[in-house]
């Protein structure tokens, strides 16, 4: 899994990276049956013996080609997507750099398992968009004095076994002598009931006075995890008895950032990550579906602007804060490229311009949102249904 270190550096590289460039994107998803016996390999091969250019080879340096293959002979563990680039400076020094995720890209034809293969300027903002707006997730695992931390992020999940020691010394030391005091028995030992016919419990009483501490200093570590680890989502699992009382302890903005509490795994005390894994997604997807109906509801009561010719105009003049489209966006629009005005309409055009230059949208919506500084939003399944059905297929929030 790529931390939030890893991330910012190789957004970094990519971005530094100087025309003319290799930009490839191929679906390598195993479970996709076109995909049999690395079938994609050889839909990536075919597509890159169109481009001439990177065939080039001298006595003293292999061709780009040539790198590109050993770098997609490589066996990885199963990913759904490939991200590739490469270049060869005027010295022969060569960069690739590949790139497998466990979610689909938002680039045309990826989902029906085509490769997109391009030579020149670098194609690198579907992936510098997936690797800064997918969330990163925290799911923490609470079984009365025990607990595990878990960071999801783009399909992948792993545990964190020492994220609170690392993060806090004296807290980390508090939280386990108070776990180890109550694993212990010694709460039982000391709160025996000793009169015949007591009929309070001064076990259950102090056990929950001691879990109380123990969830306090828990709190406060898990609050300096999650900014540690640029962490905004958060799910709770364990059985309300012992979630509620956690989640009562957690100060209002952590309240915020959770996004599910639910039940514990299969196996409570030595829970199998994929079962995490499984039964979190789901509530992750939700989540994100219902978000996405709320921005749509925003829009709708702000009042946003909506349809295409509306929208691409209000992008160029700034006023967009966030825009809304479906994830296999392929809408054509019209550019002035000398001037470099775009219209839904070409005739519009016409009257500024001599030359009229068709695109298509979904090539150019990520430049464009980070140019104009506009959050992208894509939206699928009902989602999508409700923006083409009420919103002409594309619609924004308003920033004024």
Not at 93 to 102: A, G, N, P
Not at 294 to 321: F, H, N, T
Request: proline share 5%.
């Amino acid at each position: 899994m790529l931390k939030q270190k890893q991330t910012n550096e190789l957004i970094e590289s990519l971005s530094a990276l100087e025309a003319p460039v290799l930009s490839v994107y191929a679906d390598i998803n195993p479970a996709n049956p076109d995909n049999k016996g690395g079938g994609w390999r050889t839909r990536v091969k075919n597509a890159l013996k169109d481009i001439p250019e990177i065939h080039k080879r001298t006595e003293h340096r292999e061709s780009l080609y040539d790198a590109v293959l050993e770098l997609l002979a490589e066996e990885r563990p199963a990913a759904r997507t490939m991200a590739l680039f490469a270049r060869q400076n005027h010295l022969g020094k060569t960069f690739v750099e590949r790139v497998d995720l466990q979610v689909d890209l938002p680039v045309v034809d990826l989902r029906q398992g085509r490769v997109e293969a391009r030579w020149g300027e670098p194609y690198i903002m579907p992936l510098v968009y997936a690797l800064d707006e997918y969330e990163r997730t925290a799911v923490l695992h609470v079984d009365g004095a025990s607990w595990r931390f878990f960071e999801l992020y783009m399909g992948e999940i792993e545990e964190c076994d020492d994220v609170f020691r690392e993060i806090d010394e004296e807290d980390w030391k508090e939280l386990k002598e108070a776990a180890e005091f109550i694993l212990s028995g010694r709460v039982r030992e000391k709160t025996e009931p000793t009169r015949a016919g007591d009929t309070k419990d001064p076990y259950k009483k102090k056990r929950a006075t001691w879990l109380h501490k123990l969830y306090v200093r828990l709190s406060r570590l898990l609050e300096k995890a999650l900014r540690a680890l640029h962490i905004d989502r958060l799910v709770i699992m364990g059985d309300e008895d012992e979630t509620g009382p956690f989640y009562n302890v957690l100060p209002k903005h952590l309240r915020q950032k959770i996004v599910a509490r639910i039940h514990n795994p299969k196996d409570e005390k030595a829970p199998d990550i994929a079962d995490i894994k499984a039964r979190v997604e789901p509530v992750l997807e939700a989540a994100e579906r219902e978000g996405e109906m709320a921005l749509l509801d925003e829009i709708r009561e702000q009042p946003g602007i909506w349809g295409l010719e509306p929208v691409i105009d209000a992008l160029q003049i700034g006023q967009l804060d966030t825009l809304v489209v479906p994830f296999d966006l392929d809408v054509k629009i019209w550019t002035c490229p000398d001037l470099g005005f775009l219209a839904a309409d070409p005739e519009k055009l016409k009257e500024v311009c001599e030359e009229v230059e068709e695109l298509n949208l979904g090539d150019h919506i990520f430049a464009l949102a980070r140019d104009y500084g506009t959050r992208l939003e894509f939206v699928e399944g009902e989602s999508k249904d409700r923006l083409m059905r009420e919103f002409e297929g594309i619609a924004a929030k308003r920033r004024w």
